[in-house]
């Protein structure tokens, strides 16, 4: 167990549909990464937060959105879901930034139908 | 340009084997390496952390980063059929498409 923990496990959604993905870090981790992991595909990075602030951006799309409240603890939203948007959603969390060791929780599992 | 790439594989190797898996990346700006391994699609766990250029060696792995070349690698020793997963690898957080790799008794 590595401490990350991601909610819910499973999501099945219609298209069109907004979802929000929680995760919450490991107890005294202040940044939070989110990824998205389509079939086969390596982990794409989305974003990166860090005590509340944004820290960085990947090929984050217009129709996604995330934050990280005071708790730390962090939201990804997702809207007008599209079927090429099921994937899985990993976070990961880290004392600090880059330059410590991050752990990633176990996923959430998005299907779009 | 991907910032890290790295062969897919498949690779497949006999029980006790060495394996060497490799990527590149273009980044200059990266500073921090890891190889995380990643079981049927579960959360990857951490394998190796490695600052800079420079080797670590922890039990049958070993991590080597070469930012001349923009190299890292990650060596098994002995590896074992528990050790089929897919390997990625990554730069400050910046991953590669991963390796599935299987060890076959």
């Known amino acids: 167990d590595s401490g990350v923990t991601q909610t819910p496990k499973h999501l099945i959604t219609a298209t069109g549909q907004r979802v929000t993905l929680r995760c919450s870090p490991r107890?005294?981790?202040?940044?939070v990464y989110w990824y998205q992991q389509s079939l086969d595909q390596g982990l794409q990075f989305l974003i990166q937060y860090y005590n509340g602030e944004e820290r960085a951006k990947g090929n984050i799309l217009e129709r996604f959105s995330a934050q990280q409240f005071p708790d730390l603890h962090s939201e990804l939203n997702l809207s007008s879901l599209e079927l090429g948007d099921s994937a899985l959603y990993f976070c990961?969390?880290?004392?600090?930034?880059?330059?410590?060791?991050?752990?990633f929780g176990q996923g959430t599992r998005l299907t779009v139908v | 340009q991907k910032e890290v790439e790295q062969d897919p594989g498949p690779l497949s190797v006999p029980e006790g084997a060495i394996v060497s898996l490799n990527c590149t990346y273009s980044n200059s700006a990266f500073q921090y390496f890891m190889w995380y391994r990643q079981y049927s699609r579960k959360g990857p766990e951490l394998l190796m952390y490695t600052y800079s250029s420079g080797n670590k060696e922890d039990g049958r792995f070993t991590a080597q980063v070469d930012k001349s070349s923009k190299y890292i690698s990650l060596f098994i020793r002995d590896s074992q059929p528990s050790d089929s997963a897919t390997y990625l690898c990554?730069?400050?957080?910046?991953f590669g498409a991963g390796t599935r790799l299987t060890v076959k008794p």
């Open positions: 990554a730069g400050d957080m910046r």
């Open positions: 107890s005294g981790d202040l940044s």
């Open positions: 990961a969390s880290s004392v600090e930034g880059m330059n410590t060791e991050a752990f």
